[in-house]
């Protein structure tokens, strides 16, 4: 790491670089750490039929299933509609058990969640504030000194994920949505702006560019892989396609967009890498692809990892 730092501040590597080797390097060093527990004050549910109870652990971060998790501060949803928050600061390096408490503990009430989160993310350019979206059709935003709801989105759709852009000057937040659609909520105007209509289904998975904010990619159960420019009406400014190595546009005929499939299964999981050239996108084909995502030009056909 002393290496790392030198060749940093002699400038022999760049800020890019020398993040993605502490990155890498801490990826490597990843290990499971049995004796660390979350303990959200819920009840273990009852065992199933049939089931051996001995020797199970009574800590439990969220009864009913943890359905999103975001790390910054910790912050957990739950199928049970509560939302969690986790210092792991408290985490400590010796080996003996730890039971963690949530520092915050947000239950259903008629101003929360009322049915299961589908997902919790930190709002980039506020440590104290976060977002979250459930199957109630809500996209909330929080505070975490009072652990109150803001402001409160609703959408008649149930939001499967949401996204915000880590380096925009807009404050939108692609939320995707049961229907075949995806919606643009601005936190700065209250308002839904806009939708970005071109799924077949539920769209499942959405993930903003790090190097344009304007660019946005998303999946769904269609099996496309859609990026868009978010200041268009005119719809998807590219699909992309596992038999094809730069993307169709959407202004081909309507047969040859139908045929573009990125996986041959619902798109659930969407990342880019740091530099923007490239989209990683997970399925239930039970692959996972890399794809150019950059200037739509990058030379190199799709690669599959997982087959």
């Known amino acids: 790491m002393n290496r790392l730092f030198f060749e940093r501040e002699s400038a022999y590597i760049g800020q890019g670089a ?33 089931e051996r109870t001995v020797g199970k652990e009574s800590a439990w971060a969220c009864q009913a299933g943890v359905n999103s998790l975001a790390v910054d501060r910790m912050l957990t949803g739950g199928a049970d509609s509560t ?52 199957y109630d059709h809500t996209l909330k935003i929080y505070s975490t000194d009072t652990l109150q709801p803001s402001a409160s989105f609703t959408l008649d759709s149930i939001i499967y994920t949401h996204a915000l852009s880590p380096i925009a000057s807009h404050l939108l ?19 839904s702006t806009h939708s970005l209509a071109g799924h077949n289904g539920a769209v499942l998975a959405a993930s903003w560019s790090p190097t344009n904010e304007h660019i946005l990619a998303t999946g769904g159960t269609d099996g496309t892989l859609r990026i868009w420019d978010v200041r268009k009406a005119s719809g998807t400014l590219r699909l992309l396609d596992l038999e094809d190595s730069i993307g169709l546009s959407d202004g081909l005929d309507r047969p040859s967009r139908a045929a573009a499939k990125a996986h041959g299964a619902a798109v659930n999981g969407i990342e880019w890498t740091d530099d923007g050239q490239y989209i990683v996108s997970a399925g239930h084909d039970a692959a996972v692809r890399v794809e150019p995502g950059g200037a739509y030009k990058t030379a190199g056909r799709s690669t599959s990892v997982s087959e």
């Open 18 to 50: 020398f993040a993605r080797a502490v990155a890498s390097r801490a990826l490597h060093s990843l290990q499971l750490w049995p004796h660390v527990k979350f303990d959200g004050g819920d009840a273990a549910p009852p065992p199933v039929e049939g």
């Open 173 to 191: 937040v692609a939320c995707c949505t049961q229907h075949p659609l995806v919606r643009l909520v601005d936190l700065h105007s209250g308002a």
């Open 83 to 134: 939302i969690k928050l986790w210092d792991l600061e408290h985490i400590t390096p010796k080996k003996s058990d730890q039971i963690l408490k949530p520092i915050g503990d947000i239950k259903r009430s008629p101003s929360t969640h009322q049915f299961g989160i589908t997902h919790v993310s930190f709002y980039p350019f506020e440590p104290t504030a976060f977002l979250s979206s459930s």
